[in-house]
């Protein structure tokens, strides 16, 4: 008989180690730290305070938006429709508080004389504006995710197809609203919403968008960890029937999920228009395949069933990094959506492998 | 002298340790109809998917025409002339008839990599035209009728110019008009000299058919002989005569008087037809039937899972005005479903989450519905223990590592937590090896005696009789019949099924 019992080699504890790390929730955190270091050689310039601010402020929107977009796939959904939310509520806050509007730009647009008019938007004096705004921007993306949650739950349309279509007529709605026009002119105070404060002006980190990002965050993560509303979300990812027979309100839920990713997406638009200080009817279209990237590199499964806010917070600080760092190199944009795309491609394969070694080890 | 165009030679088979085939030998003869019956786990299938090439055989041998038949797949037992009908339709409903009947081996143009259509077209009207059956060839399987693509099926196998046809209870899913148009086929079949084995619960049927019969019991055979030797009763008889050991656990309480569940004229169209029913507290009544009776679409609506279009439900004396899974659970019901894969369990789950799905509104607090998971902890602990479920550990194993009769009791344990008034169980052992089945019969009398009332759905008619207080015999949608515990006799109760009344 040989003997099965070996003194481990350094080859296989290195192996062991391979494997620990591999299969660790805080892969991409590493990865991102690696990443940084490497970086710090090419461009020390990366860590410095006035950069650390600039990723941070480009980091919060994109949590926020991929939070909602972790809930959708976890239930083994997709939400691709949050790039026309983002776009569409951008035009309809902007529309409520712009100081002025120009008659030759807007005047055929569906919303002169409703909202905008010559003297400004309807309540761009009112003390009431910017809630006002904030509010009918929250509520339309809900109203977009309970009509893709209502469709998906209730007539049974593929997500992707249910997504797909809204995020089509909702994109173009937005450029319809806006005469393809941005709608500038926002008061200051909105503007507010995105710009950094800090201690002096040296770390100047903090500001309303990460209080927003940070609170969103926490509270999808106690959602999804410890109430009976995360359980269930899982539980649909995994097998809906199951859950169905098991008592779960699968079709209310579905609504609400969807409910949820439009809100988020909403949410993210109100930090990116105060951000770019305009009502911009393209404004989502370049982020939504920065999403689901940033959701699917967390290692969040576009099978359902698997995910984590905390592993969506680690891909979007990945992604975050990867595009700044790529533009502080002066990369080419084509190059940029290239590098972008092995990124994600080198994900895919990091979750292939992962699922292997745990089944081998099953 | 007989013409023996198959031979079983003390043909053996063990899954994982149980024996389920125990030295099979009779012969076939050639251009006869042999009919195979026996109960559910006797071993037909099996023997069947061992001539067909699907599993191996252990021992023993099976000769064709003389030479050993020793397939190694289902294509080498298509080869050696062999055509096995199944049960559930293997056709691609997504492609027509005539892709379905050249799927492995399409005709082509010369050498050529495409398709000669004039070729399939016609090809695949010579087998339809074989039985009778007059629909295009390019009409999509989709749009047929579960009777015609049983005629699709046969037709393929004659595609293949098989010597034997193994027909597995092919009448399940058929009108009485199509199994008519089938068998006169079957017996088209027979005079032009071809060996038919045709396996079916339902005797009538195999007496019409058959030139002789085979009875398989316990994974042996019980008898062979001609037609002329059988009648219905003795089939019977045959297939069910075993000496009752401890297989069963002893019931330990009596039903209540108290009714839980009641179900009045119920009717749904297709489905069930005026269907009365009353379960009392405490109380384990079984419901025997064979397949399509509509036993367990009567749960499913039971449960809230499907609607009905008349009578009513009562549970606890209140009737149920709108049906959910989840009102019902609020009520205090359970249903453990005959699917677990794709009905009962997470897979890729730990044991834990399966066990907490449907119990988390207890375990939560009001308004924000944290789940307390300390608490949930402690009744996750608890419920492995008490149904003793083999897991390493219950909170980061997977469902699917799990064997059959483990799943099980997860699925069983899951619904526990929800300490549950009115239990439905939809044949809770099936695939369950012989141990944790005694276990699981343990699980339902400990559960009765705890003063729920269990609602036991099964096709095994031993062990609704070795636990149940009374059985619901159904058959085609409707209660053929009621017996309790003192009526209890295999023999009668099959009857019923069978719709062979007792003289």
């Not at chain 1, 940084?36 to 650390?52: D, G, H």
């Amino acid at each position: 008989m040989t003997a099965l019992v070996q003194e481990p080699t350094l080859v296989m504890r290195l192996r062991a180690l391979g494997r620990r790390v591999l299969l660790s929730e805080y892969l991409i955190l590493y990865l991102c730290i690696a990443l940084f270091a490497v970086l710090y050689l090419m461009v020390p310039r990366i860590a410095s305070p006035y950069n650390i601010g600039s990723l941070l402020s480009n980091m919060w929107p994109l949590l926020v938006v991929a939070i909602g977009q972790t809930f959708v796939l976890i239930i083994a959904g997709i939400d691709l429709s949050q790039g026309a939310v983002i776009s569409l509520t951008s035009v309809i806050g902007a529309a409520f508080i712009a100081q002025s509007a120009n008659p030759i730009i807007f005047e055929k647009s569906p919303l002169w004389g409703v909202l905008l008019f010559e003297n400004g938007a309807v309540l761009h004096d009112s003390v009431l504006g910017i809630p006002v705004a904030i509010g009918a921007m929250l509520v339309v993306g809900l109203l977009i995710g309970a009509f893709n949650g209502a469709a998906v739950a209730f007539a049974r349309i593929p997500p992707f197809m249910v997504t797909l279509v809204t995020s089509m007529f909702f994109a173009a709605l937005a450029i319809m609203l806006a005469k393809s026009e941005n709608i500038i002119d926002l008061p200051d105070a909105f503007a507010a919403i995105g710009d950094e404060f800090g201690i002096g002006d040296e770390f100047a980190f903090f500001s309303v968008a990460m209080v927003m990002a940070v609170t969103l965050g926490v509270i999808a993560h106690l959602v999804l960890g410890r109430t009976m509303f995360g359980r269930w979300l899982y539980g649909i990812g995994n097998n809906p029937r199951a859950a169905v027979v098991s008592g779960v309100p699968v079709r209310r839920v579905i609504v609400l999920t969807y409910m949820f990713s439009g809100f988020c997406a909403a949410m993210a638009s109100i930090i990116y228009t105060s951000r770019v200080d305009q009502g911009r009817p393209t404004l989502g279209e370049p982020f939504l395949l920065d999403i689901i990237a940033a959701v699917v590199i967390g290692g969040t499964s576009l099978a359902g069933g698997r995910g984590k806010i905390m592993w969506t917070f680690f891909g979007v600080i990945f992604l975050t990094l990867l595009g700044n760092a790529l533009s502080m190199l002066n990369v080419p944009f084509f190059y940029v959506a290239i590098v972008k795309g092995s990124v994600i491609l080198f994900a895919a394969l990091i979750d292939v492998a992962r699922r292997r070694i745990l089944l081998q080890s099953a | 002298m007989t013409d023996t165009i198959l031979r079983f030679e003390d043909v053996q088979k063990a899954f994982f340790g149980v024996t389920v085939l125990e030295g099979i030998t009779f012969d076939v003869e050639r251009g006869s109809v042999v009919g195979l019956v026996g109960e559910n786990g006797a071993g037909k299938s099996t023997l069947m998917n061992i001539l067909g090439g699907v599993v191996p055989l252990d021992a023993g041998q099976m000769l064709l025409d003389g030479a050993v038949h020793a397939p190694r797949d289902p294509k080498d037992a298509d080869r050696a002339g062999i055509a096995f009908i199944h049960q559930e339709l293997n056709l691609f409903t997504n492609l027509t008839i005539a892709e379905n009947f050249f799927i492995s081996d399409f005709p082509r143009r010369g050498g050529l990599p495409f398709l000669d259509r004039g070729q399939i077209r016609t090809r695949a009207q010579q087998f339809l035209a074989m039985v009778d059956l007059d629909v295009s060839p390019d009409v999509r399987v989709e749009r047929l009728t579960p009777g015609e693509r049983q005629l699709v099926e046969v037709a393929k196998a004659l595609s293949v110019d098989a010597r034997i046809l193994i027909f597995d209870e092919p009448t399940t899913s058929l009108t009485a008009r199509e199994t008519e148009r089938l068998f006169e086929i079957i017996d088209r079949l027979h005079q032009a000299g071809k060996t038919i084995i045709y396996i079916s619960h339902i005797l009538r049927d195999v007496m019409r058919l058959a030139d002789s019969i085979a009875v398989l019991r316990d994974g042996a055979l019980v008898v062979h002989g001609p037609r002329a030797e059988f009648t219905i009763h003795s089939m019977i008889a045959a297939m069910v005569g075993r000496d009752i050991e401890q297989l069963y656990p002893d019931r330990t309480s009596a039903p209540g008087a108290e009714v839980a569940l009641e179900v009045r004229q119920l009717s749904k169209s297709g489905i069930c037809h005026l269907i009365d029913m009353t379960l009392h507290k405490g109380e384990v009544l079984g419901i025997f039937g064979l397949m399509g009776s509509g036993r367990s679409e009567l749960a499913q609506i039971i449960f809230g899972l499907d609607d009905f279009d008349e009578g009513e439900i009562l549970v606890d004396g209140q009737p149920v005005k709108e049906l959910s899974p989840t009102r019902n659970i609020r009520a205090g019901m359970a249903f453990v479903t005959e699917n677990r894969r794709e009905e009962g369990l997470m897979m890729q789950a730990t044991v834990s989450d399966n066990l907490a799905l449907a119990a988390l509104p207890a375990f939560s607090t009001r308004f924000v519905r944290r789940v307390r998971s300390s608490t949930l902890a402690t009744a996750v602990r608890e419920t492995v223990d008490v149904l003793s479920i083999k897991v390493n550990d219950a909170f980061r194993s997977e469902a699917k590592g799990l064997s059959g009769g483990n799943q099980q009791k997860v699925v069983l344990g899951k619904w526990l937590m929800t300490k549950p008034s009115i239990l439905i169980i939809d044949e809770p052992t099936r695939g369950v090896d012989v141990g944790a089945k005694f276990e699981i019969y343990e699980i339902i009398d400990r559960i009765a005696a705890g003063g729920t009332a269990v609602l036991f759905i099964s096709s095994e008619l031993e062990e609704l009789l070795g636990l149940c207080d009374r059985i619901l015999v159904m058959g085609q949608g409707e209660v053929l019949g009621s017996f309790d515990r003192a009526q209890f006799d295999q023999e009668v109760i099959l009857r019923a099924a069978f719709r062979e009344h007792a003289a």
